[in-house]
């Protein structure tokens, strides 16, 4: 019998795994606090340290686990903070992310507005997104700043769709995160590669879109033997915590708010 379902929340500030009985019931959780470090040389840089936070991430669910049979857990889904992104070489390693609070491509968003003043409203009707707090400017900043990885990149992440990765192997984004860098179409729910054309950006970088509710692939061995899950266990795609947060308080109709 599978008892239990279990989410893992990368936040701006922690990370936690949560266990939920099959009735939405909280029956354990674990949560580490991390930080995001500036680079030095970089004012306003917050980076991920992916390879110290998926630590962290395993640790917790490793915790959840010590008075649960792994074999009990139905399914495990992830959410996240938004905004936050990964970038990929084309062997799947992580190789330049950071932090939704990241505020080191002021020049960039100057560079793109003196480009084009009508840009931003033109790719906002479109992705719903500013150059506030989306990729497109941070990208463009990658090249700009380390042009080494910019060629290497071959894919773009969020970090929700990270958890996915290490637990499963599949590299993929969904929409209500992935919407966030301000290169997908609202309206198609797919990557417009004409808005990251426009911006003077790469657009052979996109992964495959799964929307929220698929079931992504299972855990792997290597998954399993970094977190203590079973392998094999669905693993189910999530969102960005916002609207994960909106669905859990009843919030889903026309004209409600939370």
Not at 116 to 122: I, Q, R
Not at 127 to 149: C, E, F, H, T
Not at 174 to 200: F, M, V, Y
Request: glycine content about 10%; hydrophobic content about 40%; some cysteine.
């Amino acid at each position: 019998m599978k008892n239990y379902l279990m989410a893992i929340d990368a936040g701006t500030g922690s990370v936690r795994a949560v266990l939920f009985d099959l009735k939405g019931n909280q029956i354990g959780c674990s949560q580490h606090e991390w930080t995001h470090n500036e680079d030095p040389r970089f004012p306003g840089s917050m980076d991920f340290d992916w390879k110290y936070n998926w630590e962290l991430a395993s640790g917790c669910v490793r915790n959840v686990l010590a008075e649960t049979d792994p074999a009990e857990i139905a399914a495990i889904s992830t959410t996240c903070m938004r905004e936050g992104i990964l970038l990929y070489d084309k062997d799947g390693n992580e190789i330049w992310a950071c932090a939704n609070v990241d505020a080191r491509s002021n020049d960039e968003v100057a560079e793109l507005i003196r480009m084009n003043p009508d840009l931003e409203l033109e790719l906002y009707k479109k992705s719903g997104q500013s150059y506030a707090l989306n990729a497109i400017p941070r990208i463009l900043w990658v090249k700009n700043n380390m042009p080494d990885i910019y060629e290497k990149t071959a894919k773009i992440g969020m970090f929700n769709d990270w958890l996915i990765y290490k637990l499963t192997g599949v590299l993929a984004v969904e929409p209500s995160n992935g919407s966030t860098t301000g290169l997908l179409d609202l309206q198609t729910r797919t990557w417009d590669t004409e808005i990251a054309a426009k911006c003077n950006l790469r657009t052979d970088i996109f992964p495959d879109i799964l929307e929220c509710g698929s079931i992504s692939g299972k855990v792997t061995a290597k998954g399993a033997s970094e977190t203590g899950l079973a392998e094999g266990t669905p693993v189910v795609v999530g969102g960005g915590d916002c609207q994960l947060g909106t669905i859990g308080v009843g919030a889903c109709k026309p004209g409600e708010a939370a």
